[in-house]
T-cell receptor, first 112, second 115 residues
């Protein structure tokens, strides 16, 4: 069975204090790994797709990396507006539609 | 309108009511999804439509009935719900045929409360 485990569940950082969020996955035939940001009461907002081990993507203070077993979301010098829940999801290769399995997320709080 | 829209944003209904949730995508995608999000749980996939054909039904109770009249619109018809059905219901869309990017784009969700 496909599994996605995110850690930590919650993370509290001071503004400017860099850190990393982890996403460990077990899936056969990985087609892609996604990172989303979700603000309270809103739908997830797409951030990155990673397709193969060794791949990296960057957007402002966020950088996502991928290995064969896990992905990291590095946050450099975070600001209070980066506070949100970050979701990881994996997509396995199959014909037709795209089935995606989500983790439970890491709730990030950045304190001024 | 851009992206994925959902209406209503908030819904309170009694256990004997019938209501419908609406989703519309303006991204030219050919797959649409309904998810349920409850506190402390990962997103639960409910239904998937690909090119207007239902291709996934994850053992969802029959009190939830989806409808996809075309590739841009998706409905979730609700009847005789239970209090445990209270949750955030999210609609998403994506491409599902190569070549293309497969990431799903989500609407803002409908917060449903069953009393």
């Amino acid at each position: 069975e496909d599994q996605v485990t995110q850690s930590p569940e919650a993370l509290r950082l001071q503004e400017g204090e860099s850190s990393s969020l982890n996403c460990s996955y077990t899936v056969s035939g990985l087609r892609g790994l996604f990172w989303y940001r979700q603000d309270p009461g809103k739908g997830p907002e797409f951030l990155f797709t990673l397709y193969s081990a060794g791949e990296e993507k960057e957007k402002e203070r966020l950088k996502a990396t991928l290995t064969k077993k896990e992905s990291f979301l590095h946050i450099t010098a975070p600001k209070p507006e980066d506070s949100a829940t970050y979701l990881c999801a994996v997509q396995k290769g199959s014909g037709g539609y795209q089935k995606v399995t989500f983790g439970t997320g890491t709730k990030l709080q950045v304190i001024p | 309108e851009t992206g994925v829209t959902q209406t209503p944003r908030h819904l309170v209904m009694g256990m004997t009511n019938k209501k419908s949730l609406k989703c519309e995508q303006h991204l030219g995608h050919n797959a649409m999804y309904w998810y349920k999000q409850s506190a402390k749980k990962p997103l639960e996939l409910m239904f998937v439509y690909s090119l207007e054909e239902r291709v996934e039904n994850n053992s969802v109770p029959s009190r939830f009935s989806p409808e996809c009249p075309n590739s841009s619109h998706l409905f979730l018809h609700l009847h005789t719900l239970q209090p445990e059905d209270s949750a955030l219901y999210l609609c998403a869309s994506s491409q599902d045929r190569p070549p293309g990017r497969y990431e799903q784009y989500f609407g803002p969700g409908t917060r449903l409360t069953v009393t």
